[in-house]
């Protein structure tokens, strides 16, 4: 990919951020909720989400009970349709990327076992200590385009000490689809590309999406509707 390639898809990464957080922009020009979508539109994190304007479980008082389930494979975190429009075309956990069989982030299916947490851990490295999905979608040759969704179970109240130091970092938090959301973009150092991050909490489960020169459309919809159905 040529640079000029990358200005011009960095500039396509930002919009899709605004629509992976479900964020429209109204008339004054400052964000405000818009409806997320349930299906069809496509997906995840970086920062961005929502093009579509059918409900989302968080607004239908028989999904925010319903209990959580992380998926099985990376193939499923969202439905097809989004999965093709979205992730279709770009490796996923290609060894190039994730390491080969018996490294640390080799996942052919994108499913880890969590691990104990080291003595004195922070909260957010208990997070990392406790993911349960990892996909990692990139080319092997990319400079620095893809997205990456990881997804942990972890005691709330752990969780929530996380999410409370992100603000600190230049993170904006606010309550979307049942949960927490805290989003942060930021310019690459090395590239002229926006890079997004954004961490979700809901119940136990904790999804923290990255991505660069990605663009997705209501990712975060998509995977809540997924995970609690």
């Not at 290609?94 to 104990?116: K, L």
């Not at 040759?141 to 970092?169: K, Q």
């Amino acid at each position: 990919m040529t640079m000029q390639q990358r200005v011009r898809r960095s500039a396509a990464v930002l919009v899709s951020l605004l629509v992976l957080t479900g964020c429209a922009t109204g008339g004054s020009g400052s964000p405000t909720p818009s409806a997320s979508s349930t299906g069809g539109s496509s997906a995840s994190p970086g920062e961005s989400t929502d093009g579509s304007a059918s409900p989302s479980p968080s607004a239908s008082p028989d999904a925010a009970a319903s209990t959580p389930v992380i998926p099985e494979a990376c193939e499923t975190i969202v439905d097809p349709q989004t999965y093709a429009s979205t992730f279709e075309g770009t490796p996923l956990n290609d060894p190039g990327v994730v390491g080969e069989e018996g490294g640390e982030y080799f996942t052919p299916t994108g499913r880890v076992d969590p691990v104990a947490p080291a003595e004195g851990a922070t909260p957010g490295q208990v997070i990392a200590s406790q993911t349960q999905l990892r996909c990692i979608w990139r080319d092997p040759g990319a400079d620095i385009s893809g997205l990456t969704v990881e997804m942990a179970t972890v005691d709330p109240a752990i969780a929530a000490l996380y999410l409370a130091s992100l603000p600190a970092d230049g993170f904006e938090c606010t309550s979307v689809e049942g949960g927490e959301r805290c989003q942060r973009v930021r310019q690459d150092e090395q590239y002229p590309v926006e890079v997004g991050d954004t961490v979700f909490l809901r119940d136990s489960v904790v999804i923290t999406v990255w991505q660069a020169n990605f663009p997705t459309d209501n990712l975060l919809g998509s995977l809540v509707s997924t995970v609690w159905g």
